[in-house]
């Protein structure tokens, strides 16, 4: 972190929004530092009831580096963090509307979907938040703008890799899901970096191949976005460009709706940076699907 210490984060009674400020500052921290704000921005929920031990002990650091971490934060001490995050918490409870109120609790099993419901809903919240920051406008213009988009996914996620390729294509030329067939992505490294741009999708556990194929692009200075859930924040040493959803809700298996929102966002945010030239390019694919006679039916293919 920087030596100067960062100015006082307000009043002791006001709101703060701990995941803005630590995803802010991600980038200038040391090693020691970013273990501290990975967990925290893991678990912001349960902060409030955590001791510096306890934080120390999860993010294998000193209890000594958490105190003069959330000193440089801003904060008096961890005791003033989590009163800030207390006041925070109350305030959001009305956030969400009354879907949860149509959610009718029936039984222990239904209360804990009730939990889950109102968890994803914050996810998507949130996914929507994104749009808000200067590194969306940034990345959503360079894939509105770069010759050619490709697109990589793995295991698990590359299902909601191949969806956002294939409708990403709809709205402009020249997006190439790369299925890594010949084993060394060759239709990646042999492009041109200053003509391309690559989205990748992962999530936890993280794939292998990922984050090589990172680090090549890294050394080659080639565009990256990454698309990720928020359990380890490695993506930040490969580039700005990084993209994190909430996936915890409680269910068997951590829930990907945030991360479609995040992906079906990026979509429209270039069609609406394209204009015409996406409806031009919609017409084509369209015209192409009907002769083909892909599609039954639906809005957009009428015959």
Known sequence: MAKTRHKKQGNAGQEINLEEIL??????????????????????????????????????????????????????NLRDLKNRLRVSAAGNESDIDDHMARFQTRDGHH???????????????????????????????????VQTVYVVGFQASKGLALDFAT??????????????????????????????????????????????LAERLKAMEMPLIIVTDKFSHWAFSYTRFVFEAHTQVRTFWDSTAALSVILNLMINAVAIRLGSNARKNFTRMSEMAILLGEFVGGPHFKS
Request: charged fraction near 20%; avoid cysteine; aromatic fraction near 8%.
């Open 23 to 76: 995803r802010a500052r991600m980038r200038e921290l040391s090693p020691s530092e970013q273990s501290v704000a990975a967990y925290m921005l893991d678990n912001i929920p349960i902060l409030p009831f955590e001791t510096g031990a306890s934080i120390a002990k999860a993010a294998g650091v000193s209890e000594m580096t958490v105190s003069r971490f959330v000193h440089g934060l801003g904060f008096d």
């Open 167 to 212: 409708r990403l294509l709809w709205t402009r030329p020249n997006v190439v899901f790369v299925e890594n067939t010949a084993g060394a992505f060759g239709e990646i490294i042999l492009a041109a970096p200053q003509h391309s741009l690559v989205v990748l999708v992962d999530t936890a556990a993280y794939a292998a191949r990922g984050v090589k």
């Open 111 to 145: 209360r804990a979907l009730q939990e889950s419901l109102k968890l994803d809903l914050e996810a998507v919240a949130k996914a929507y938040a994104l749009t808000t920051s200067d590194v969306w406008e940034e990345a959503t213009a360079a894939l509105a703008r």
